[in-house]
């Protein structure tokens, strides 16, 4: 056996226990899970997604670009909004609300809509997408920490269906906006469950000490809502709100969060005379990065959090399940995530002797951490495979990094690739669609790739490819 035959362990991001990569049996095959349904890889090796070869895609768009599978969006956010539908049909209901800080353009607003979801927006900015393409605005949650009196004036004269309140310098907010416009604000409260998600530090939401929501301990989300309930002339009271972070891979945190929100929903009812009508119970689904990744599937998510719910009301009062509000949910990576990779093409291959003699090989692309900021921000995985040829060469393990005047400017930290990788070469890496684009930077004066949807073998430009001129543009000194 030769010494990379024997795998190699790398540290999980997230930290997790380390993965370990095996030697693979065929090292162009494809692992499902981290593509999109419409991705495959053709007799020549090369790859194809929704019908269109990545050499028509680079030759016609160029690299470094993100290549989104419309088929696969549509299809994921349509199991979410039917399995979502089916699994609470005997609670309240359920609705699904797309997370739009996940990946959000014209087209994909449009999609969201078509699919008969729900959006979420975080910014004005994001909610002037939605305007542009006429997204009802009752079907549009407004979230932030820190929400502008612009931003609330926009999203109340654009008559969105759910303000999340964050705080209570914000409820006064929202009521002099709602009194100046002479509307009523329909209201959701984000409370803090105290719950530590199995993520990141940086993506979780749910434990006390950080900015996002009102506290369950000390009441202060009691309090909120009861501020909330003392302006029935300026704010509607809808329900509560939880987000516990990101890239989850079990429920058990979802199951505390819901009981504690349950819990103080019910005692909202008793003591406050309120009968809530909606909860959320936010978004945080996790996605495949790696072979090591195994998320559940949207029909057992669903079953599983219709079962946290019931349970959870079940112990509360009396039990009854008839008043059991509708509840939403935020996915934004599940949706998104899977249905986007990166095309870029290899320039340097650089073997670098490390320690104990052992070479690791570096492979710089056109891109990096401007247009994938998750690596060096979160220490996330991803992987990685030759896209425009077959190769018989032996698997090697590489790391990926991009031309960013940065050592940390890694895209994939391990993976194998054939060893014959060559500048020239296209590389793919799956699973870029959420949070890739949207926290892409232009650090060191560099354009952003464009973003190309495919379908039905076209291709076409959603977000186009920034030039030297934009950046100039700006720069007006
Ligand atoms: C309030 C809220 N809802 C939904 C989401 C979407 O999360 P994800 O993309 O992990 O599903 C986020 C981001 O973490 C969030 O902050
Ligand atoms: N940006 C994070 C997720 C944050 C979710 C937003 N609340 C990531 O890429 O994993």
Request: aromatic letters at 8%.
């Amino acid at each position: 056996m030769r010494a990379h035959e024997a795998g190699v362990l790398h540290a999980d991001g997230y930290g997790g226990p380390p993965i370990y990569l095996p030697f693979p049996d065929d090292v162009m095959a494809l692992t499902p899970a981290l593509w999109s349904r419409t991705v495959r890889r053709r007799d020549d090796g090369v790859l194809e997604v929704g019908g269109v070869s990545v050499l028509d895609l680079a030759r016609e768009h160029g690299t470094a670009a993100y290549i989104l599978d419309e088929a696969d969006f549509r299809a994921r956010a349509g199991a979410f909004r039917d399995e979502y539908a089916a699994a609470f049909a005997h609670l309240g209901g359920a609705d699904v609300y797309y997370a739009g800080k996940a990946f959000l353009c014209s087209a994909v607003a449009r999609w969201v809509m078509e699919e008969g979801l729900n959006l979420d927006v975080c910014t004005g900015g994001e909610l002037a997408v939605a305007q542009r393409v006429g997204f009802s605005g009752e079907r549009i949650a407004l979230h932030g920490n820190n929400k502008t009196l612009a931003e609330i004036r926009q999203a109340l004269s654009y008559g969105v269906g759910r303000i999340v309140v964050d705080s209570f310098a914000e409820i006064e907010r929202i009521v002099a906006v709602a009194t100046e416009l002479g509307v009523v604000a329909p209201v959701m409260l984000r409370v803090t469950v105290g719950v530590e998600a199995h993520t990141h530090e940086f993506i979780a939401t749910g434990h006390e000490d950080q900015k996002f929501g009102f506290s369950l301990a000390g009441d202060v989300a009691f309090n909120g809502v009861r501020e909330i309930l003392a302006h029935p002339g300026q704010l509607r009271f809808l329900g509560l709100h939880s987000h516990i972070g990101s890239q989850i891979f079990d429920t058990a945190g979802f199951e505390t969060a819901a009981r504690r929100l349950v819990r103080l929903h019910h005692r909202i009812a008793d003591e406050l005379g309120c009968a809530a009508p909606e909860i959320d119970l936010g978004g945080g689904y996790g996605i495949a990065y790696t072979s090591q990744h195994t998320p559940l599937s949207t029909a057992v998510l669903a079953e599983e959090m219709s079962h946290i719910v019931e349970q959870a009301f079940k112990t509360v009062g009396d039990g009854s399940l008839d008043d059991v509000p509708r509840v939403s949910i935020e996915p934004g990576r599940a949706i998104v995530g899977p249905a986007m990779f990166t095309l870029y093409e290899v320039g340097t291959v650089k073997p670098v002797t490390v320690a104990d003699g052992h070479v690791r090989t570096y492979v710089s692309v056109d891109g990096g951490m401007s247009d994938n900021a998750r690596p060096a921000l979160y220490d996330a995985d991803f992987s990685v495979t030759l896209a425009n040829r077959a190769s018989s060469a032996a698997p090697l393990v590489v790391r990926v990094v991009g031309r960013h005047c940065e050592a940390g400017d890694i895209v994939v930290q391990d993976e194998w690739l054939p060893a014959d990788v060559t500048p020239g070469d296209l590389l793919a890496v799956p699973g870029t669609g959420a949070y890739c684009r949207s926290l892409s930077s232009q650090y060191n004066h560099t354009p952003r790739p464009p973003v190309i949807a495919v379908r039905n073998g076209e291709s076409r430009v959603l977000i186009r490819r920034e030039t030297i001129d934009d950046l100039l543009g700006l720069d007006v000194g």
